[in-house]
């Protein structure tokens, strides 16, 4: 069963909103429908917002979806993540990163607004 999605256009980004129940596959097909949803929406800057996505993710997947997310997620796309659980999407950020991922994980929707509209 995958994560429920509510999409919203907002004047320089696209803000996703995700609930449901956490599995390693939920996030995995997440990350591919941000991507999809924001090449729909012709925006390359997503605001993703996982704070009731509920459920334990194991460091190891967490890994692996940084992992994934480098192959789906490449420049200019950018990327702000609001998680619940900070410590553990760092991980995935810092594999993501290391990858050449443009991703922020935040706590803060000011934060994650900055990260999205930054231009070097």
């Avoid at 909103?17 to 997440?30: D, M």
């Avoid at 460091?59 to 553990?88: N, T, Y």
Wanted: hydrophobic share 45%; proline share 5%; with cysteine.
């Amino acid at each position: 069963m995958s994560l429920d999605l509510e999409i919203q256009e907002v004047e320089n980004h696209l803000a996703v909103k995700a609930s449901g129940r956490y599995s390693f596959a939920n996030l995995f097909e997440l990350f591919a429908r941000v991507k999809a949803e924001s090449e729909k929406h012709n925006s390359q800057h997503v605001i993703l917002d996982v704070t009731r996505v509920a459920g334990t993710i194991p460091i190891m997947e967490m890994f692996l979806l940084g992992d994934h997310c480098s192959k789906i997620w490449g420049p200019p796309f950018r990327i702000a993540i609001l998680p619940l659980e900070e410590w553990v999407y760092k991980f995935m950020e810092n594999v993501a990163r290391n990858r050449g991922v443009q991703v922020a994980v935040v706590t803060h929707p000011t934060a994650a607004m900055e990260w999205v509209t930054f231009h070097p």
